[in-house]
Protein backbone atom coordinates (compact mmCIF):
# COMPACT_ATOMS: atom_id res chain seq x y z
CA UNK A 1 0.00 0.00 0.00
CA UNK A 2 1.18 3.43 -1.12
CA UNK A 3 1.25 6.45 1.52
CA UNK A 4 -0.60 9.89 1.20
CA UNK A 5 2.89 11.12 -0.44
CA UNK A 6 4.38 8.46 -2.50
CA UNK A 7 7.80 9.04 -4.63
CA UNK A 8 9.09 6.85 -7.83
CA UNK A 9 12.75 7.78 -8.16
CA UNK A 10 14.13 6.30 -11.87
CA UNK A 11 17.70 5.80 -10.95
CA UNK A 12 20.82 3.64 -11.90
CA UNK A 13 21.88 3.71 -7.93
CA UNK A 14 18.34 2.46 -6.12
CA UNK A 15 20.29 0.86 -3.24
CA UNK A 16 21.01 5.08 -2.42
CA UNK A 17 17.47 5.63 -0.96
CA UNK A 18 16.39 5.99 1.32
CA UNK A 19 19.55 6.74 2.02
CA UNK A 20 19.93 9.21 4.87
CA UNK A 21 16.11 9.69 4.47
CA UNK A 22 15.56 6.42 6.17
CA UNK A 23 17.01 7.88 9.68
CA UNK A 24 15.75 10.78 12.15
CA UNK A 25 12.45 12.32 11.37
CA UNK A 26 11.63 11.60 7.96
CA UNK A 27 12.96 7.93 9.29
CA UNK A 28 10.49 7.45 11.27
CA UNK A 29 8.17 9.21 9.16
CA UNK A 30 8.72 6.36 6.50
CA UNK A 31 8.24 3.51 9.25
CA UNK A 32 5.07 5.34 10.07
CA UNK A 33 3.40 5.37 6.88
CA UNK A 34 3.44 9.29 5.91
CA UNK A 35 5.30 8.79 2.60
CA UNK A 36 7.02 5.66 0.75
CA UNK A 37 8.81 5.00 -1.96
CA UNK A 38 9.73 3.02 -5.03
CA UNK A 39 13.01 2.69 -6.84
CA UNK A 40 13.17 1.74 -10.27
CA UNK A 41 16.29 0.77 -12.03
CA UNK A 42 17.01 2.32 -15.02
CA UNK A 43 20.00 -0.66 -15.58
CA UNK A 44 16.41 -3.11 -15.94
CA UNK A 45 15.47 -1.78 -19.12
CA UNK A 46 18.95 -1.44 -20.80
CA UNK A 47 19.33 -4.05 -23.87
CA UNK A 48 22.13 -6.11 -25.41
CA UNK A 49 24.96 -7.93 -23.33
CA UNK A 50 26.92 -4.47 -22.01
CA UNK A 51 23.26 -3.54 -20.81
CA UNK A 52 24.23 -0.07 -21.38
CA UNK A 53 21.93 2.76 -20.84
CA UNK A 54 23.84 5.59 -22.69
CA UNK A 55 25.58 6.75 -25.72
CA UNK A 56 27.96 8.85 -27.29
CA UNK A 57 26.41 12.49 -27.62
CA UNK A 58 25.33 13.93 -31.95
CA UNK A 59 27.69 16.84 -32.45
CA UNK A 60 30.40 15.17 -30.41
CA UNK A 61 31.59 17.06 -26.86
CA UNK A 62 32.84 15.16 -23.39
CA UNK A 63 30.56 12.40 -21.83
CA UNK A 64 27.86 10.18 -22.42
CA UNK A 65 24.22 10.88 -22.67
CA UNK A 66 20.89 8.26 -21.47
CA UNK A 67 19.47 7.07 -24.01
CA UNK A 68 15.68 8.04 -24.34
CA UNK A 69 13.92 4.63 -25.69
CA UNK A 70 15.83 3.23 -22.02
CA UNK A 71 14.25 6.43 -19.98
CA UNK A 72 10.91 6.16 -21.58
CA UNK A 73 10.80 2.26 -20.83
CA UNK A 74 11.66 3.16 -17.24
CA UNK A 75 8.75 5.50 -16.93
CA UNK A 76 6.18 3.81 -18.66
CA UNK A 77 6.67 0.94 -15.68
CA UNK A 78 5.03 2.77 -12.88
CA UNK A 79 1.82 2.26 -13.78
CA UNK A 80 0.69 6.14 -11.59
CA UNK A 81 3.81 8.08 -12.30
CA UNK A 82 2.03 11.83 -10.88
CA UNK A 83 3.90 14.35 -11.51
CA UNK A 84 7.06 13.80 -13.15
CA UNK A 85 10.47 15.80 -12.17
CA UNK A 86 13.88 15.61 -13.48
CA UNK A 87 16.65 16.51 -11.51
CA UNK A 88 18.93 19.24 -13.12
CA UNK A 89 21.28 22.02 -12.71
CA UNK A 90 19.23 23.54 -16.16
CA UNK A 91 16.20 23.39 -13.94
CA UNK A 92 13.67 25.72 -12.14
CA UNK A 93 15.16 26.32 -8.48
CA UNK A 94 14.16 24.40 -5.76
CA UNK A 95 12.88 26.87 -3.00
CA UNK A 96 10.30 26.41 0.07
CA UNK A 97 7.00 27.35 -1.96
CA UNK A 98 8.02 24.69 -4.07
CA UNK A 99 8.63 22.17 -1.71
CA UNK A 100 5.42 23.02 -0.52
CA UNK A 101 3.54 22.86 -3.49
CA UNK A 102 5.30 19.50 -4.08
CA UNK A 103 4.55 17.89 -0.37
CA UNK A 104 1.25 18.37 -1.92
CA UNK A 105 1.19 15.97 -4.61
CA UNK A 106 0.15 12.76 -4.02
CA UNK A 107 2.60 11.23 -6.40
CA UNK A 108 6.37 12.13 -7.63
CA UNK A 109 8.34 10.35 -10.29
CA UNK A 110 11.90 11.91 -9.72
CA UNK A 111 14.33 11.68 -13.16
CA UNK A 112 17.80 11.46 -11.43
CA UNK A 113 20.76 11.38 -14.46
CA UNK A 114 23.82 10.76 -14.65
CA UNK A 115 26.74 11.03 -17.41
CA UNK A 116 26.28 14.47 -19.08
CA UNK A 117 22.27 14.01 -18.74
CA UNK A 118 19.31 12.70 -20.43
CA UNK A 119 18.55 13.29 -24.13
CA UNK A 120 15.62 16.22 -24.52
CA UNK A 121 13.68 13.90 -26.37
CA UNK A 122 12.16 11.77 -23.71
CA UNK A 123 12.06 15.20 -21.44
CA UNK A 124 9.87 16.54 -23.70
CA UNK A 125 7.81 13.77 -24.56
CA UNK A 126 7.45 12.23 -20.99
CA UNK A 127 6.77 15.82 -20.10
CA UNK A 128 9.48 16.58 -17.39
CA UNK A 129 9.77 19.20 -15.27
CA UNK A 130 12.91 20.18 -14.23
CA UNK A 131 14.21 21.21 -10.94
CA UNK A 132 17.60 22.40 -9.63
CA UNK A 133 18.66 22.15 -6.23
CA UNK A 134 21.46 24.94 -6.83
CA UNK A 135 23.74 26.79 -9.38
CA UNK A 136 26.30 24.10 -9.06
CA UNK A 137 26.96 20.78 -10.72
CA UNK A 138 26.75 17.19 -8.73
CA UNK A 139 27.68 13.89 -10.38
CA UNK A 140 24.43 12.58 -10.75
CA UNK A 141 20.55 13.40 -9.70
CA UNK A 142 20.40 10.95 -6.55
CA UNK A 143 21.75 13.28 -4.20
CA UNK A 144 19.07 16.10 -5.72
CA UNK A 145 16.26 13.74 -5.31
CA UNK A 146 17.28 13.06 -1.82
CA UNK A 147 17.33 16.98 -1.37
CA UNK A 148 13.95 17.83 -2.79
CA UNK A 149 12.16 14.65 -0.37
CA UNK A 150 13.50 15.99 2.50
CA UNK A 151 12.11 19.41 2.06
CA UNK A 152 8.87 17.87 1.30
CA UNK A 153 8.59 15.14 3.99
CA UNK A 154 8.81 17.93 6.96
CA UNK A 155 6.56 19.58 5.25
CA UNK A 156 3.41 16.51 5.72
CA UNK A 157 0.95 17.02 8.03
CA UNK A 158 2.21 15.26 11.37
CA UNK A 159 5.73 14.66 10.61
CA UNK A 160 7.32 17.66 12.04
CA UNK A 161 6.19 17.85 15.83
CA UNK A 162 5.33 21.48 16.04
CA UNK A 163 3.57 23.30 13.01
CA UNK A 164 4.08 26.39 14.51
CA UNK A 165 8.24 25.48 13.83
CA UNK A 166 7.80 25.33 9.91
CA UNK A 167 5.42 28.63 10.03
CA UNK A 168 8.50 30.49 11.33
CA UNK A 169 11.41 28.54 9.49
CA UNK A 170 13.83 30.53 6.75
CA UNK A 171 12.01 31.24 3.44
CA UNK A 172 8.57 30.43 4.89
CA UNK A 173 7.50 34.20 5.74
CA UNK A 174 9.82 35.31 2.94
CA UNK A 175 13.05 35.89 6.14
CA UNK A 176 14.98 34.01 7.64
CA UNK A 177 15.19 33.05 10.31
CA UNK A 178 16.13 34.92 14.10
CA UNK A 179 19.19 33.01 15.59
CA UNK A 180 18.27 30.28 18.46
CA UNK A 181 19.91 30.48 21.70
CA UNK A 182 20.11 27.72 24.30
CA UNK A 183 21.09 26.75 28.13
CA UNK A 184 23.69 27.69 29.17
CA UNK A 185 22.33 31.11 29.87
CA UNK A 186 26.11 32.24 30.31
CA UNK A 187 29.13 29.77 28.51
CA UNK A 188 33.30 30.91 28.22
CA UNK A 189 33.59 29.35 24.61
CA UNK A 190 37.53 28.49 23.49
CA UNK A 191 38.60 31.34 22.63
CA UNK A 192 38.06 32.31 26.19
CA UNK A 193 35.46 35.16 25.94
CA UNK A 194 32.27 34.52 27.93
CA UNK A 195 28.86 34.71 25.58
CA UNK A 196 25.74 35.46 27.30
CA UNK A 197 22.28 34.50 25.75
CA UNK A 198 20.43 37.93 24.90
CA UNK A 199 19.09 39.24 27.91
CA UNK A 200 15.82 39.71 26.16
CA UNK A 201 15.18 36.32 25.46
CA UNK A 202 15.17 35.17 29.16
CA UNK A 203 13.02 38.10 30.48
CA UNK A 204 9.49 35.71 29.95
CA UNK A 205 7.98 38.56 28.39
CA UNK A 206 6.86 36.68 25.21
CA UNK A 207 5.58 40.11 23.29
CA UNK A 208 9.03 41.85 23.67
CA UNK A 209 10.89 38.14 22.48
CA UNK A 210 8.40 38.02 19.29
CA UNK A 211 9.10 41.73 18.60
CA UNK A 212 13.37 41.22 18.95
CA UNK A 213 12.80 37.98 17.17
CA UNK A 214 11.11 39.57 14.13
CA UNK A 215 13.65 42.50 14.00
CA UNK A 216 16.61 40.15 14.07
CA UNK A 217 15.04 37.75 11.28
CA UNK A 218 14.78 41.06 9.38
CA UNK A 219 18.38 42.69 9.80
CA UNK A 220 19.94 39.23 9.30
CA UNK A 221 18.06 39.17 5.93
CA UNK A 222 18.68 42.40 4.77
CA UNK A 223 22.43 41.68 5.59
CA UNK A 224 22.60 37.97 4.25
CA UNK A 225 20.01 37.96 1.67
CA UNK A 226 19.06 41.34 0.07
CA UNK A 227 17.13 39.28 -2.66
CA UNK A 228 15.02 38.16 -0.19
CA UNK A 229 14.52 41.13 1.97
CA UNK A 230 13.57 43.43 -1.88
CA UNK A 231 10.86 41.16 -2.51
CA UNK A 232 9.22 40.92 1.05
CA UNK A 233 9.65 44.90 0.60
CA UNK A 234 7.81 44.82 -2.71
CA UNK A 235 5.17 42.07 -1.06
CA UNK A 236 4.14 44.07 1.63
CA UNK A 237 4.04 47.68 -0.59
CA UNK A 238 7.34 49.43 0.87
CA UNK A 239 9.73 50.90 -1.34
CA UNK A 240 13.29 50.15 -0.71
CA UNK A 241 15.08 52.92 1.87
CA UNK A 242 16.58 55.10 -0.89
CA UNK A 243 14.01 54.69 -3.53
CA UNK A 244 10.84 56.60 -3.88
N1 LIG B 1 25.93 18.32 -18.25
C1 LIG B 1 25.00 18.78 -17.27
C2 LIG B 1 25.01 20.32 -17.24
O1 LIG B 1 26.07 20.90 -17.38
O2 LIG B 1 23.93 20.91 -17.05
C3 LIG B 1 25.37 18.25 -15.88
C4 LIG B 1 25.17 16.78 -15.74
S1 LIG B 1 25.50 16.21 -14.13
C5 LIG B 1 27.18 15.76 -14.23
C6 LIG B 1 24.67 14.67 -14.03
C7 LIG B 1 23.30 14.70 -13.41
O3 LIG B 1 23.36 15.21 -12.09
C8 LIG B 1 22.27 15.56 -14.11
O4 LIG B 1 21.71 14.89 -15.20
C9 LIG B 1 21.27 15.81 -13.01
O5 LIG B 1 20.33 14.77 -12.89
C10 LIG B 1 22.13 15.83 -11.75
N2 LIG B 1 22.43 17.19 -11.25
C11 LIG B 1 23.63 17.82 -11.29
N3 LIG B 1 23.58 19.01 -10.74
C12 LIG B 1 22.32 19.20 -10.32
C13 LIG B 1 21.64 20.27 -9.68
N4 LIG B 1 22.25 21.40 -9.36
N5 LIG B 1 20.33 20.11 -9.38
C14 LIG B 1 19.69 18.97 -9.70
N6 LIG B 1 20.28 17.92 -10.32
C15 LIG B 1 21.58 18.03 -10.62
Redesign the pocket.
Known amino acids: MTARWHINIITLFPEMFPGPLGQSLSGKALENGKWSFKTVNIRDFAEGVHKSVDDTPYGGGA?MV?RPDIIEKAVRSIENPGRKI??????TPLTQKLAQELSEEPVLTL????????DQRVLDSEQFKE???????????EP?ALILMDACIRLLPEVVGNAETTLEESFSGGLLEYPHYTRPAEWRSADGQTRAVPEILTSGNHRNIALWRKKQAETLTQSRRPDLWQACQEKSGKPEKGKK
Open positions: GMYLSPRGLCGRYEGVISIGDYVLSGGA
